[in-house]
């Protein structure tokens, strides 16, 4: 094959499974056996630039890290996305029984509060270099509210393919942009495989298929992100949600490659996976010990993590192996047990996901998986105002009384808990 | 009217850019060995070493994944749609 032209730091697209090589466009999938295509960079170029010095002169978004970032030029779309808060969660580390405990907060993410803004800051300024004007997804939310979101900000037009059942606040929060929603009547993986019909057909820049290898990339930051705010060290265990894999593979990938350019120093780590029982093939092709996952069909209220066929569920699996990770999963009411943990102890409202997280982080720690005296960072995703319909009726209800002082009297007299609690 | 496969934009070349065409196969595995007669060369696209459907396709018969049937042993009628589809990213 012809030597591939190279773009900023990158040099070619990749086929992960058979190595063969591809110019740098918009294609996803290996023409020899449908492997996924990676972007391959050239390391020695970017240790040279990429140093701790430089990064600290940089502005606080995941941008700081942009020749690990897979854009020939400065992007164009999000770039202000990025450089969350990272807590230190002490009150929740009691409650879990673990030495030290943090939380890396994409639940204020910017612009609509999840991780998905950088996954789509990467696609669309990628779209824009290689001329699309249209943007569209397959989304089980959270990613149709960043494409929409984003592509508003740029002046680009956007389709938003979505399940029928998804919950109000992220149906909203697409169709406020402007953008074309199309909702399927079918689960995500039905969306999905429509979506995959529908790329073949029009010249969009679909994010999450012909723009996948650059758009996955994206995810990468919070990892970076993550050991930069740790002080430029690998956290000994990381826990990340999971719904096709491609967020978990992202964050080992990029401590795998802050140890390459040199940036931190090599250590022991773990990475951990989360699902919710109701669609958990991961998981469930973990427990049993095997290499490959057997396809589910999704019934959860974790609704952003209902990927019954996870496209990178076999690397995700890999990444256990390697890394001495352990996935596990849990039900609806430890999710909605887990989203009321991470609020009362640390103030922080998380979506379904998130509670996936703390509460098999919870499962993880008590079985031994995490040892107590270890440090954990969890992985929170995504914001707990987009899916109000799965935990109103189960957080407290509002006590009622007429504007009279003798009421709230009587109120804390009859109810001694509102005070001793 | 016969079976129709949808053909995905990876595998057009071998189809010379037909992106949907016809069998009178049974089953999805006897439809692939039908497509190989006609477009040589697809076959080992979609199956591995072992004859197995690759990891990273799915195929589809009437928009159910074949891993939810009978694998490549679900059977065709007449009118029914194939899909082939490679494996997608999260949302």
Redesign the interface.
């Known amino acids: 094959m012809a030597k591939l032209k190279t773009q900023g730091f990158m040099k070619a697209l990749q086929c992960r499974?058979c190595g063969r090589e591809y110019p740098l466009e918009a294609r996803?999938?290996?023409?020899?056996?449908?492997?996924?295509l990676e972007v391959v960079y050239d390391y020695d170029k970017i240790k040279t630039k990429l140093t701790r010095a430089a990064i600290a002169k940089r502005p606080q978004s995941m941008w700081r890290y942009r020749e690990l970032l897979p854009v020939a030029k400065a992007p164009t779309v999000g770039v202000e996305v990025g450089f969350t808060p990272l807590i230190k969660a002490d009150r929740l580390a009691k409650r879990l029984g673990i030495r030290e405990l943090w939380i890396k907060n994409d639940a204020v993410n910017y612009p609509t509060l999840s991780f998905k803004d950088r996954v789509v800051s990467v696609a669309l300024s990628r779209a824009r270099e290689l001329g699309y004007e249209t943007v569209a997804?397959?989304?089980?939310g959270?990613?149709?509210n960043s494409v929409a979101a984003n592509a508003a900000a740029s002046g680009m037009k956007a389709f938003v393919f979505i399940p029928h059942d998804l919950e109000k606040g992220k149906v909203v929060n697409s169709l406020i942009y402007d953008a074309n929603v199309i909702s399927i009547k079918?689960h995500?993986?039905?969306v999905?495989?429509l979506?995959?019909?529908i790329a073949?057909k029009y010249n969009w820049a679909f994010v999450?298929?012909n723009m996948?290898p650059y758009?996955?990339e994206g995810s990468k930051s919070q990892g970076f992100e993550i050991l930069e705010q740790l002080g430029w060290k690998i956290p000994r265990h990381t826990v990340v949600p999971m719904?096709?894999?491609?967020?978990l593979t992202k964050i080992h990938k990029s401590y795998q490659e802050f140890i390459k350019v040199g940036l931190v120093k090599k250590s022991n780590y773990s990475v951990h996976g989360a699902q919710a029982t109701g669609c958990s093939p991961i998981s469930a092709a973990y427990r049993e010990g095997q290499d490959?996952f057997?396809?589910v069909?999704p019934d959860t209220i974790a609704k952003s993590l209902a990927?019954g066929?996870?496209?990178?569920g076999?690397y995700a699996l890999k990444v256990f192996k390697e890394t001495g990770g352990a996935s596990d999963d849990v039900t609806d009411d430890e999710i909605r047990d887990g989203i009321k943990m991470l609020a009362e102890t640390e103030g922080i409202f998380a979506e379904t996901a998130g509670g996936v997280t703390v509460g098999v982080a919870k499962k993880l720690i008590a079985s031994g998986a995490i040892p107590a005296d270890d440090s954990a960072v969890l992985c929170i995703t995504g914001n707990g105002l987009k899916t109000l319909d799965a935990v109103e009726n189960h957080a407290r209800s509002t006590r009622n009384i007429s504007p009279s002082l003798r009421e709230f009297d009587a109120l804390l007299d009859r109810d001694k808990t509102l005070i001793t609690k | 009217m016969p079976v129709q496969i949808r053909i995905p934009t990876p595998l057009r070349k071998l189809t010379h850019v037909e992106e949907v065409v016809e069998t009178s196969a049974e089953t999805v595995g006897t439809a692939i060995t039908d497509l190989e007669s006609r477009y040589p060369g697809i076959q080992e696209r979609l199956l591995d070493d072992e004859g197995q459907v690759r990891r990273f396709v799915n195929v589809y018969v009437n928009e159910e994944d074949i891993r939810f049937l009978q694998e490549k042993d679900t059977p065709l009628k007449d009118g029914d749609e194939v899909s082939i589809i490679p494996a997608i990213a999260g949302g």
């Open positions: 499974e996803h999938v290996c023409e020899f056996d449908f492997g996924p997804c397959a989304s089980t959270n990613l149709a079918g995500y993986d039905e999905n495989r979506c995959a019909e073949g999450n298929v996948r758009y996955a719904a096709s894999g491609s967020l490959f057997k396809p069909k990927i066929t996870p496209a990178d076999f």
